[in-house]
């Protein structure tokens, strides 16, 4: 059987955190009511005039910059042309002719090591609303509230061989974006949606075959699901003589399989000319280099300095820089209670766990740096026991409550009573007279059951080191 090799190249859009819209002040905010964000210019009344947002233009050279890609100081809006309910003006302002960047790239790592993705652009446009289908009615709503909301498009070069390229690529663009404050890049709300072109050719030939597009990519394990259904059907389309149409297709992620929905368009059927109503975009030397000087630690960055500044492990460090909110949160809590390396045991341990059992984002944690800060500082200095002191974090985590004062009300901190202590293990020694018996004739087993015993009666007041110390002493007094 021939091998094939698959060819895949990525247009992806990427929502910009602006506030307002890309040419007027409606709210870009997400999940209000329907047509509620909505005013003339971005609903296309007649006689409506866009304005530029600032904001836009520079956040599509911050993520320009980052990926490496050059700079048109001079770029102007063209109109896209084309009639879909959605799309209030017949017509798309997005960049053809001059984007705002273009020849880029981004370095990803896969199970084959590295390797760079090249960018042929990235280029500033308007959202369309969004078709609500209401299979109850028989019909489909229009809402209008996306229209207009600021959006960069970012379209790879086909450099890309298979789904977990795709992925790291993906995952290295959004983290990219959630890195700079450019986007919040959530597929779930749409903020960050990828159209995957995919085309198969024999393994070894330079000519490459005819490509799809495939849309209704919303998550991950889509779009790894959709380019191996698509990769199977054109293979099987070429192994019995048939053509691959040039087309795009909807993936259904529930039924696993795609289909078609209009021949695939080319730049010429959309009749691009320059919008009249935009004057073009000139962009300093000055404005770049400004940009390129308050550029954030990306996590590249952050990663290597972790490892050097912290003396964290490469695996740590990097699932602690996965997200810029945990990494945020880590290092104020370690600057906190000065001890990075703890910090980082209670992020890699407490913290990750309580992430996945609740299904939380790390942009969803909501307790205070310091709490946790305390609660570290009170397990070094030996004033709460690493047990108790795992308890009380599931209540900093889900009610943000100060632990200090938690720990003093419930009177959970360490006792320096060691008349309470000794009177707690010998009223302990004498319930227990077999085992004991068998401790004191040389059965060292037995040591860990009376150390159980203890911190169990004790409700952790009192350190372990204390209790095998005490009990210690205790056994080898009776010894004597």
């Known amino acids: 059987m021939k091998q094939y090799e698959t060819v895949i190249g990525l247009e992806v859009h990427v929502e910009l955190a602006t506030k307002t819209k890309i040419f007027c002040g409606c709210s870009t905010e997400f999940g209000g009511a329907p047509n509620t964000h909505t005013c003339p210019v971005c609903t ?38 084309y009639f879909y309910p959605d799309n209030p003006q017949n017509y798309q302002i997005s960049q053809l002719y001059l984007p705002i960047c273009h020849d880029g790239w981004v370095e ?24 609500i289908h209401d299979e109850w009615e028989d019909c489909s709503l229009v809402d209008f509230n996306r229209s207009g909301v600021p959006l960069i498009e970012i379209v790879s070069e086909p450099d890309m061989r298979s789904a977990e ?20 890049c959530k597929l779930q709300e749409g903020s960050m949606r990828a159209d995957v072109n995919l085309s198969v050719r024999e393994a ?37 003589g048939k053509p691959v149409i040039q087309e795009t297709r909807r993936w259904d992620d529930n039924k696993e399989s795609s289909h078609a929905m209009r021949s695939k368009e080319d730049a010429k059927d959309y009749r691009y000319f320059p919008d009249p109503d935009l004057p073009p975009i000139h962009i300093s030397d000055a404005w770049i280099e400004e940009l390129r000087a308050s550029q954030p630690e990306l996590r590249e960055e952050k990663l290597i300095r972790y490892q050097e500044e912290y003396g964290l492990p490469a695996y740590d460090a990097g699932l602690l820089t996965e997200s810029r909110a945990l990494s945020a949160l880590f290092e104020e809590v ?29 942009e969803q944690i909501c307790f205070t740096p310091k709490h946790l800060a305390d609660l570290i500082l009170m397990v070094e200095k030996k004033e709460v026991s690493a047990q108790n002191a795992k308890k009380v974090f599931e209540l900093v985590f889900d009610e943000d409550i100060d632990p200090v004062a938690y720990i003093e009300e419930k009177g959970l901190r360490i006792v320096e009573d060691t008349g309470l202590l000794n009177d707690t293990l010998n009223r302990i020694l004498e319930e227990n007279p077999g085992p004991l018996s ?43």
């Not at 490459?208 to 059907?233: P, V």
């Not at 390396?341 to 299904?359: G, H, P, T, Y």
């Open 165 to 184: 390229e795709v992925i790291a690529y993906l995952e290295k663009l959004r983290c990219m974006m959630q890195y700079l404050g450019v986007s919040d």
């Open 334 to 362: 370690a600057g906190l209670c000065g001890n990075a390396k703890k910090a980082a045991n209670w992020f890699m341990v407490e913290v990750l766990r309580l992430m996945k059992e609740k299904s939380l984002e790390p």
């Open 108 to 131: 990803i790592e896969t199970s084959a090591g590295k390797k760079k993705i090249r960018i042929h652009e990235m280029h500033m446009e308007e959202d369309a609303g969004k078709l």
């Open 204 to 240: 070894g030939t330079e000519k490459f075959g005819t490509r799809t597009e495939m849309k209704n990519l919303n998550s991950f394990k889509a779009i790894a699901r959709a380019i191996e259904g698509e990769r199977e059907r054109q293979i099987e389309l070429l192994e019995m």
């Open 438 to 480: 068998e401790l004191l004739g040389g059965k060292e087993k037995v040591f860990g059951f009376f150390v159980g015993k203890m911190m169990k009666e004790l409700k952790g007041k009192a350190s372990p080191d204390a209790v095998r110390e005490a009990l210690t002493k205790e056994i080898e007094k009776r010894k004597n």
């Open 44 to 81: 296309g009344m007649p006689g409506s005039l866009p304005v530029l947002n600032r904001q836009v233009v520079e956040f599509a050279l911050k993520a320009g910059i980052a990926a490496n890609c050059k700079i048109n100081q001079y770029c102007k809006f063209d109109r896209k042309n």
